[in-house]
């Protein structure tokens, strides 16, 4: 990982703390073209991306983020091949074990996202792990959505829904927004303020379909692992920017 410099461990005076996002998500894209663009294998741009992510965080952190929502994998990603999707479940494996300790003395909470059960065990432990030894700290909720779909996501919504329907606990009228988003695995975050998406796609390739509904959209030609501090300085320039009309004059 770069060294940031001084400056940027506070948040620069050009953004104004009030209209920080409170919720910031990152479609982490563009590992491979990094790596293609250097003539390495793929997997090396993804072992860069850890060093991103990470810095991204204690950024969040340090300028005063409340929550960020980090898409690893998709439930499309299981397309791959297969040595490509097997380093990447060793890979978030391995970082969560190395990066436990500090993640817990920095008051992160972590939680992970998606369709767990389909993960290999291992990796299932470790998230256990990591989801009850940061469970009480308070700095900052970081969301790591892994196995996740945003349709995915709104189909077991539903079904625990009717599930309570069929039990009597629920009335089909009683189901309004407020309802349906107790049971997203977003419940209890801070609306979703800002999406960013690097490597210059247009589109949200299934992330946060319910929670984008209002969020500021951000893409940048950077490629995620060269994503910095200074990078994220100029997404939330532009944000404070933006204005927000949430579909009023
Ligand atoms: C994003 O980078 C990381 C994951 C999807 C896990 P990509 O691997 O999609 O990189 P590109 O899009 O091929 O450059
Ligand atoms: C989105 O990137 C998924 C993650 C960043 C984990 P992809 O590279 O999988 O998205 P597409 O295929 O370009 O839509
Ligand atoms: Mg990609």
Same mark, same amino acid.
């Given at each position: 990982?770069?060294?940031? @410099?001084? !400056?940027?461990? *506070?948040? @620069? ?17 563009? #590992?491979?073209?990094?790596?293609? #663009?250097?003539?390495? @294998? ?17 950024? =969040?952190?340090? %300028? ?9 994998? !998709?439930?499309?990603? %299981?397309?791959? @091949? ?9 890979? /978030? ?18 939680? /992970?996202?998606?369709?767990?059960? =389909?993960?290999?065990? !291992?990796? &299932?432990?470790?998230? #256990? ?10 700095? *900052?909720?970081? +969301? ?21 329907? &069929? ?7 009683? *189901? ?28 949200? !390739? #299934? /992330?946060?379909? %319910? ?7 951000? +893409?940048?030609?950077?490629? %995620? ?17 933006? &204005? ?6």
């Amino acid at each position: 990982m770069t060294t940031q @410099p001084k !400056s940027l461990t *506070i948040l @620069p005076d050009d953004l104004d703390r009030e209209r920080l996002p409170r919720h910031v998500a990152v479609i982490m894209d563009g #590992n491979g073209r990094w790596a293609k #663009n250097r003539h390495l @294998p793929r997997i090396m741009g993804h072992q860069r991306g850890v060093d991103s992510l990470k810095d991204l965080l204690r950024c =969040c952190k340090d %300028w005063g983020i409340q929550a960020l929502t980090a898409y690893a994998f !998709s439930t499309e990603n %299981w397309g791959r @091949p297969v040595p490509e999707v097997e380093f990447l479940m060793t890979l /978030f494996e391995r970082v969560l074990r190395r990066e436990l300790a500090e993640m817990v003395a920095e008051g992160v909470q972590i939680h /992970f996202v998606g369709d767990l059960a =389909c993960l290999p065990a !291992s990796l &299932q432990e470790e998230i #256990n792990r990591a989801m009850a030894a940061t469970a009480h700290n308070q700095k *900052i909720q970081f +969301v790591v959505a892994t196995n996740y779909g945003g349709r995915r996501e709104i189909i077991q919504a539903c079904r625990s829904l009717a599930q309570r329907v &069929q039990t009597g606990e629920l009335q089909p009228e009683d *189901i309004d927004e407020r309802q349906f988003e107790h049971h997203l695995y977003t419940v209890g975050l801070p609306d979703l303020d800002l999406l960013i998406r690097t490597s210059g796609e247009m589109r949200v !390739s #299934n /992330f946060l379909l %319910w929670q984008v509904a209002y969020a500021e959209i951000y +893409v940048t030609d950077t490629l %995620w692992p060269d994503f910095d501090r200074n990078a994220f300085h100029e997404a939330l320039r532009n944000f404070q920017h933006r &204005q927000r009309r949430f579909g009023r004059l």
